[in-house]
């Protein structure tokens, strides 16, 4: 029976654990084992944990500093990596979701374990509310190209399963991004683990559901918004920022430039040094590879990359 290494992080997540906890602990045709690094909790979520612990086993806890999500997943990933029993698959999990009991049994059909080239494996999750009522689904497209990645990363880490190939090459970064200053931008784990995979390898994407993404009050990322809304949070959330996305491709070059495609690598140095020049801003904002998604986020991505906040 394969074995998955599940990697959760959790803060504050009594509320809603229990239930994912159950459901995963119930997954069919795999064998888990869960490592979950805990993010300065201060209610109940490490007894929950240990009680869980106690009572099914396969749990390792972490109980670390509140670092915020990103950090929290990039350090819990690299201590899977450098610290743990290579597993045959990986996949990450939120506090707060259910998932259905064959997720993974199914999602590993489409990777190679022994691969030594990174695979992936994303598919959709059905968005519901607090008390897993669905919520009028989300019609987005999914892209399955580096393209459509770079500009909007759309593969929830909840739903990613992948190989030990791309565990090993997503620690690279979170190695680097550990010497970064503690103040300074880090990238969601799903956002860079589908930019590699993209980037080096191979990724397949599911279209059933296999899980409710439960939408409540204190999700770090949310699955609902639409239309012009939509439009205005991409603007707001794009220039926040120091050229988030761009930052990310030239991260990835500088770390693994001789490993990516001839290809891929074009695109990536496109994004990643566009603000060289004004020929260069223009040339990628007339990049098709990019424009994937509907016509509020196509705007969207058009006006951060004039405005050098891509």
Sequence with gaps: MSKVLVIMSTYNGEKYIREQLDSLYGQKDVEIYLLVRDDGSKDNTIEMLEEYRKKKGRMTIIQGRNV????????????????MKPFDYYSYSDQDDVWFEHKLSTSIKHIDSTSPQPQLFYAPALLVDS?????????????????ANIASSHSLGCT?????????????INKYISTVDTNAYVPLHDAWTALVAYSLGKVTVG????????????NVIGGNDRGIKKFFHRIKRYTSGDKK?????RIILHLMRDEIPEE?????????YYTESISKRIRLAL???IYHYGIYDNIGIFVVILMKQF
């Design 160 to 172: 990613q399963v992948f190989n030990k190939a791309l565990l090993d090459k997503i620690v690279v």
């Design 207 to 218: 279209e059933a559901p296999m899980m409710f993404y439960r939408q409540h009050e204190s």
């Design 245 to 249: 996305k761009s930052e990310k491709c």
């Design 264 to 272: 891929n690598r074009k695109l990536l140095e496109s994004c990643a």
């Design 287 to 289: 990049t098709p590879d």
């Design 131 to 147: 008390t897993l009522q669905p919520i009028k689904p989300n019609n987005s497209r999914t892209v399955n190209c580096l393209g």
């Design 68 to 83: 915020g999500a990103a950090r929290s997943f990039h350090e819990a990933a690299l201590y899977a990596a450098t610290q």
